[in-house]
């Protein structure tokens, strides 16, 4: 297999450089990408060192690196590309057709997608994660009248990352309630989620995928037995059809896919916008 080395470049954290160059790239199955992020290049000092760094790759190697940037200023763009690589610059090639259309110049500040000028929209993201830990597993506050979402699930089954993206990237209330022996001897959900339960949404996962997870956490034991797990989903596969939870599979899917399933499936609305 080919391997090609790709360097995600920004005057930020390059989380948007690596957002998109990682869904561009994953469409060429046929080459291994070793990937490498340079992000805060905000001095021409530093710009200069990146271009070191990435001619130093391409001259050790048989292929020239790939460059996804994302950097504002124009002076420190104009060295990167110097740089011997194929220099793909997402504002070149999207913000001059957006200025055309909308007849106006972009500001070229940096920092604008990520950082802290959206006061409002921050607080609500630490304000929801604040929420989605505190009702975690049950948590201590069970503060369920003010989730937007309240995920139901045997244990490692995603329950936990997926309340955390869905509250630090759209600022939602996501809380979570593991099932357990009690919910599995009794066939039922307790009272106090049954009055939220048009906010319940279930989550499944293979029983191979989650025997190997709960080894990683707990080798030996009931826990991580194929039987245990599989007596677990199957019972909690009831209690949603009992109550008509909807659901997903998580085993194919990333938190990202996963959270979007379920803010589409829910209609949740999404406090902020990424």
């Keep these: 297999m080919v391997e090609r080395t790709v360097f995600f470049l920004s005057d930020q954290t390059g989380v948007t450089a690596e957002t998109l160059g990682h869904s561009l790239i994953?469409?060429?199955?046929?080459?291994?990408?070793?990937?490498?992020?340079?992000?805060?290049?905000?001095?021409?000092?530093?710009?200069?060192?990146?271009?070191?760094?990435i001619n130093a790759v391409g001259e050790s190697g048989a292929t020239r690196p790939i460059i996804f940037?994302?950097?504002?200023?124009?002076?420190?763009?104009?060295?990167?590309?110097?740089?011997?690589?194929?220099?793909?610059?997402?504002?070149?090639?999207?913000?001059?057709?957006l200025a055309a259309e909308l007849d106006q110049e972009p500001s070229y500040e940096p920092g604008r997608a990520h950082g802290m000028s959206d006061i409002d929209a921050y607080m609500k993201r630490i304000e929801a994660t604040n929420f989605a830990l505190a009702n975690d597993d049950g948590g201590i506050s069970r503060n369920y009248d003010v989730a937007d979402v309240i995920l139901v699930g045997?244990?490692?089954?995603?329950?936990?990352?997926?309340?955390?993206?869905?509250?630090?990237?759209?600022?939602?209330?996501?809380?979570?309630?593991?099932?357990?022996?009690?919910?599995?001897?009794s066939g039922g959900l307790p009272d106090f989620l049954l009055k939220q339960k048009e906010k319940l949404f279930g989550l499944?996962?293979?029983?191979?995928?989650?025997?190997?997870i709960r080894k990683e956490r707990r080798p030996m034991g009931k826990y991580s037995s194929v039987q245990q797990v599989r007596f677990e989903l199957r019972e909690a596969a009831k209690i949603f059809q009992r109550y008509g939870i909807p659901n997903v599979d998580t085993t194919r899917f990333s938190i990202e896919e996963i959270s979007s399933r379920i803010l589409d499936n829910t209609g949740v609305e999404r406090r902020v916008r990424p």
């Design 154 to 185: 045997v244990s490692r089954s995603g329950k936990t990352p997926t309340c955390l993206y869905l509250a630090l990237q759209y600022g939602v209330y996501a809380a979570n309630y593991p099932l357990t022996d009690e919910e599995f001897e």
């Design 204 to 212: 499944s996962i293979d029983p191979d995928r989650l025997s190997q």
């Design 26 to 53: 994953t469409q060429f199955s046929a080459t291994k990408f070793r990937q490498t992020t340079l992000p805060f290049i905000d001095t021409e000092d530093k710009a200069r060192e990146a271009v070191r760094t």
């Design 69 to 97: 940037s994302t950097l504002v200023q124009g002076e420190y763009r104009a060295i990167l590309k110097e740089a011997n690589g194929l220099h793909l610059d997402i504002f070149d090639e999207f913000l001059g057709p």
